[in-house]
């Protein structure tokens, strides 16, 4: 399996505009969970899906953030409109309910809003 | 409500040195306990998981943590440092039950000293 696969791995944007990150889970996983990391606040859980459908969103900083689960292989969270203190990176990960809940996680996204 | 606690956000050992990281937990119930490792621009890899069998739980790299009930700790340790070892660490648990959700700590950065 080629694990969490996330795109794109960096990007740089301006501020006010839409940003887009995409997560394929890997196959079989039924839990889908979205985070991001900053040196100020750390990890933190933004969602997660179970079989697609979204279970607990307490996380998710603003309006301006939105995350969508419309298959069971895609997954997509996007800010719009971007500011800069949305620089973060954001990891994708999954898990599958019986494995003890490990999750295992993407490379992350980079995102820079200038 | 579950959380964890890491205590030292840096620590600094010599090559070849014993490596402690350590980790308390709390939960009302018995927890899944887990160490993941992040290497710099990677995302988070499982080091080692407590699921309720051996207390002594082995994992990659030569590490190793022992799950201490009574002292709700799960301290993550190695006998020798080996400069690969330079990463940042993360202690986390789970929820259990069917939310597969974790809680992770702040983090310990460790830096391995020639």
């Known amino acids: 399996d080629a694990g969490v696969i996330q795109s794109p791995r960096h990007e740089v944007t301006e501020m006010g505009q839409e940003v887009t990150l995409r997560c394929k889970p890997i196959s079989g996983h039924d839990y889908l969970f979205w985070y991001r990391q900053t040196m100020m606040r750390g990890l933190e859980l933004l969602i997660y899906f179970n079989n697609n459908v979204p279970i607990d969103d307490s996380g998710m900083p603003e309006d301006r953030f939105s995350a969508k689960m419309p298959n069971a292989s895609f997954s997509t969270l996007k800010i719009q409109p971007s500011e800069p203190r949305d620089s973060a990176v954001y990891f994708c990960?999954?898990?599958?309910?019986?494995?003890?809940?490990?999750?295992?996680f993407g490379p992350g996204t980079r995102l820079t809003v200038l | 409500a579950q959380s964890v606690t890491q205590l030292g956000s840096h620590v600094s050992v010599s090559e070849g040195a014993l490596v402690l990281l350590r980790c308390n937990y709390s939960?009302?119930?018995?927890?899944?306990l887990f160490w993941y490792v992040q290497y710099p621009n990677q995302g988070l890899q499982l080091l080692l998981k407590?699921?309720?069998?051996?207390?002594l739980v082995k994992g990659i790299n030569g590490f190793e943590a022992e799950f201490k009930k009574s002292e709700t700790s799960f301290h993550l340790t190695k006998p020798s440092a080996h400069m690969s070892d330079a990463a940042e660490y993360f202690c986390a648990v789970s929820y259990g039950g069917a939310t597969n959700k974790l809680i992770f700590g702040t983090g310990t950065l460790l830096a391995v000293q020639p």
């Open positions: 990960a999954s898990s599958h309910l019986g494995q003890n809940n490990e999750q295992f």
């Open positions: 939960s009302s119930v018995p927890p899944y």
């Open positions: 407590y699921t309720s069998a051996a207390t």
